[in-house]
T-cell receptor, first 112, second 113 residues
Framework: ETGVTQTPRHLVMGMTNKKSLKCEQH?????MYWYKQSAKKPLELMFV???????ENNSVPSRFSPECPNSSHLFLHLHTLQPEDSALYLC???????????FGPGTRLLVL | EDKVVQSPLSLVVHEGDTVTLNCSYE??????LLWYKQEKKAPTFLFML????IEKKSGRLSSILDKKELFSILNITATQTGDSAVYLC?????????????FGKGTLLTVNP
């Protein structure tokens, strides 16, 4: 069983929909991350949480809203997305900031 | 602006060949360099490098960092079809309470039987 799980694995949504991506880690880590991977672009760091506190918001539009209720769970709430937001969204966790990150399988998002 | 550049962008080899993947960087406040292998979706961790000139090895894979020339290489010897993947290089930055990890675009390696 992988240490980092993500649901759903695939998601199709319209521009007016509201949806949430979920990430859960079973590794006892304290830091969690959201990444966006678009076609032909480098992996982009979106948000960083350390001990449930957001430490980084990498200039992400407000239509993406993260939530970290505890060190094991991380959500990414989506609303009024644009077609260019279609991408693979990856979650990762690490024991602490600056330590090896382990990735989940990702959610493939398509915005129509 | 922090930059991580990987080369080549893609590479096709035959089983048994040895390959060298390159990663160069221009960043402020370097902390470490990481290599990941990405098959299908999730990147899997390979190496973390913080010190210059110390080779890290894992089976047929090895990597080394040159902090003076600002690059790292990832070597794969006796390649197998299972090595086919995108190899990602990332540089971790330090700086106060902020955390930054910048990725390169990756090298797509295809190993043919």
């Amino acid at each position: 069983e992988t240490g980092v799980t993500q649901t759903p694995r695939h998601l199709v949504m319209g521009m007016t929909n509201k949806k949430s991506l979920k990430c859960e880690q079973h590794l006892g880590h304290n830091a969690m991350y959201w990444y966006k991977q678009s076609a032909k672009k480098p992996l982009e760091l979106m948000f960083v949480y350390n001990f449930k506190e957001q430490t980084e918001n990498n200039s992400v539009p407000s239509r993406f809203s993260p939530e970290c209720p505890n060190s094991s769970h991380l959500f990414l709430h989506l609303h009024t997305l644009q077609p260019e937001d279609s991408a693979l969204y990856l979650c990762a966790s690490s024991p602490g900031l600056g330590q090896t990150q382990y990735f989940g399988p990702g959610t493939r998002l398509l915005v129509l | 602006e922090d930059k991580v550049v990987q080369s080549p962008l893609s590479l096709v080899v035959h089983e048994g060949d040895t390959v060298t993947l390159n990663c160069s960087y221009e960043v402020t406040n370097f902390r470490s360099l990481l290599w990941y292998k990405q098959e299908k979706k999730a990147p899997t961790f390979l190496f973390m490098l913080t010190s210059s000139g110390i080779e890290k090895k894992s089976g047929r894979l090895s990597s080394i960092l040159d902090k003076k020339e600002l690059f790292s290489i990832l070597n794969i010897t006796a390649t197998q079809t299972g090595d086919s993947a995108v190899y990602l290089c990332a540089v971790e930055l330090s700086g106060g309470s902020n955390y930054k990890l910048t990725f390169g675009k990756g090298t797509l390696l295809t190993v043919n039987p």
